[in-house]
Nanobody
Framework: QVQLVESGGGLVQPGGSLRLSCAASGFTFSRYAMSWVRQAPGKDLEWVST????????TYGDSVKGRFASSRDNAKNTLYLQMNSLKPEDTAVYYC???????????WGQGTQVTVSS
């Protein structure tokens, strides 16, 4: 069955960096675009990034553009999110989801907590 497992979250100081990973299994990873979505405490889900199936095209939400970078290794069935210049407002649970239309995707990971605080 389809499984998505995020890792790499943690506590980081403002201005710091983290790299999240999303290990995929149960489907042909290289055939699907993948998305990152986050949810801050008490707030709605917020789209972060989408990467196409080959990894050659990425798009980002305005709040993370220029600071975050999504990539993928199709040989390892793994999606990444490199997060730089982190701000307290980046504090959220980060999820990976299969597909570009994450709002309707039935396949999400369990999430990984990112906390940006001094």
């Amino acid at each position: 069955q389809v499984q998505l497992v995020e890792s790499g979250g943690g506590l980081v100081q403002p201005g710091g960096s983290l790299r999240l990973s999303c290990a995929a299994s149960g489907f042909t990873f290289s055939r699907y675009a993948m998305s990152w979505v986050r949810q801050a405490p008490g707030k709605d889900l917020e789209w972060v990034s989408t990467i196409n199936n080959g990894g050659g095209s990425t798009t980002y939400g305005d709040s993370v553009k220029g600071r975050f970078a999504s990539s993928r290794d199709n040989a390892k069935n793994t999606l990444y999110l490199q997060m730089n210049s982190l701000k307290p407002e980046d504090t959220a649970v980060y999820y990976c989801a299969r597909g570009s239309d994450w709002t309707s995707s039935p396949y999400w990971g369990q999430g990984t907590q990112v906390t940006v605080s001094s």
